[in-house]
């Protein structure tokens, strides 16, 4: 959530962070309702002070033994009043709140101006897309001779599942144990095993609600909502929802692998074929919770360390600078890693790595103190990697003129030391 003192401050910084993201904002009924606001906020202030005022008469008149009675009365209607205007600011203030948890985070300075993907910036490339003496093919066409079924998927849960069988099954297990073991062992993140399901304050903390609802499963137990997790970002940040950390716990890095479920609403027609738009898939995340003044330093750091997965895999990628009009939610900043997939003959998305400042932080009201002072604490994700999408980058980038995969050196010590699929 924005810094509600900076709407209030500077409404005109806000009013042109939203039109560099073309989002539209009703702005008079923000303002309209922070008139109100501060017109009961006066009034109520004002009462509070007069009951304050006429009780420490009444304690004066008691002291000396004289009647207070028409004090007294004078207080209980100062009472009443001040009953009806606390609860009507109190229902400003809440639809205040839900007017800003509607609002997208504001963009980072350097992060460049522009419409949709067609306006970000290539940050940098890494390997060289290799040259085949055969067309090469799509992962659904590999798969169908490894073990990859949709139809079966199909049967079981509808369209935009899969299941995998035999070694490539393996394959899709080896991949997140070797993302996990990279994160844990060389770049100091620790391990986490978090709820698939998850209360809708989670969400609304993340910044998935109330924006996202559409996109998210619900599912009702013991007549309460649940929601089950798009990504791991949502259960893994919020476990130090409604805390103050130590300073010195700071900087914290954790790492999950779960599975995500999104409905993908708004996205039909789009990427339909094989396994780059499921509604369930897996990925393992990466999640830092910072100091404000280290938040972007940690956003390059996070960033390589998913390039890192990719350069181990020996994966031709680009890094991209989202622009305004592309980026997430609650985003502040975002590099999108692009995997070369040569059987699409183009480069797909495979994580996602952003700095939230203290968006999330606010709506989470997760904190840290330091010299006596309360800040909220910078959280920042990103993928590390998606799993399935990295699956089908290596059925693509080492499959032989033969239909078998060559199995990447850094995961044949998962895979029984195999050389093929």
Not at 62 to 69: R, V
Not at 256 to 273: L, N, V
Not at 342 to 354: A, D, F, H, K, L
């Amino acid at each position: 959530m924005i810094d509600p003192k900076l709407l209030r401050d500077d409404l005109n910084q806000v009013k042109a962070a939203m039109a560099r993201r073309h989002f539209v904002v009703d702005w008079e009924e923000y303002e309209s309702l922070e008139k109100q606001r501060k017109e009961v906020q006066t009034q109520t202030e004002h009462l509070q002070s007069e009951r304050n005022r006429i009780s420490k008469a009444i304690g004066q008149k008691k002291a000396k033994g004289e009647p207070a009675d028409d004090l007294m009365k004078e207080v209980g209607h100062l009472g009443s009043a001040l009953d009806r205007d606390t609860n009507i600011l109190n229902n400003i203030q809440s639809r205040l709140t839900n007017f800003l948890m509607r609002i997208p985070n504001m963009p980072h300075a350097t992060v460049p101006d522009g419409k949709d993907e067609t306006e970000n910036q290539i940050l940098r490339t890494w390997g060289e897309p290799k040259q085949y003496a055969f067309t090469p093919k799509d992962h659904v066409a590999l798969g169908e001779t490894l073990g990859m079924n949709f139809d079966r998927a199909a049967k079981l849960s509808g369209a935009r599942f899969v299941t995998l069988f035999g070694r490539l099954a393996k394959l899709h297990r080896a991949l997140g144990q070797f993302m996990l073991d990279v994160h844990t062992e060389e770049h100091g993140y620790e391990e986490v095993y978090v709820p698939y399901l998850a209360k809708a304050e989670c969400f609304e903390g993340t910044g998935q609600l109330p924006k996202f609802k559409e996109d998210l499963f619900a599912v009702s137990h013991e007549d309460k909502d649940y929601y089950l997790i798009p990504t791991g970002e949502v259960p893994v940040t919020n476990l130090y929802r409604d805390e103050i950390i130590e300073a010195k716990q700071l900087p914290i890095q954790l790492t999950a692998h779960t599975p995500c479920f999104r409905k993908e609403a708004g996205s039909y027609g789009k990427d339909t074929r094989g396994m780059i738009r499921q509604h369930q898939f897996e990925k393992v995340e990466l999640v830092r919770f910072v100091k404000p003044a280290d938040s972007y330093a940690a956003l390059d750091a996070l960033t390589q360390q998913a390039e890192a997965i990719l350069q181990k895999l020996d994966l031709p990628y680009r890094v991209m600078l989202l622009c305004t009009g592309d980026m997430g939610f609650s985003a502040a900043r975002t590099h999108d890693l692009e995997v070369w997939m040569p059987g699409q003959n183009t480069y797909r998305e495979i994580s996602s790595c952003s700095n939230f400042e203290a968006f999330q932080a606010r709506r989470m009201k997760t904190r840290f103190k330091e010299n006596n002072e309360m800040q909220f604490v910078h959280t920042l994700n990103g993928s590390g990697l998606a799993i399935g999408r990295t699956l089908i980058a290596v059925l693509e980038n080492y499959q032989e003129a033969d239909g078998r995969i060559r199995i990447p050196e850094v995961l044949k010590p998962y895979m029984g030391n195999a050389t093929h699929l």
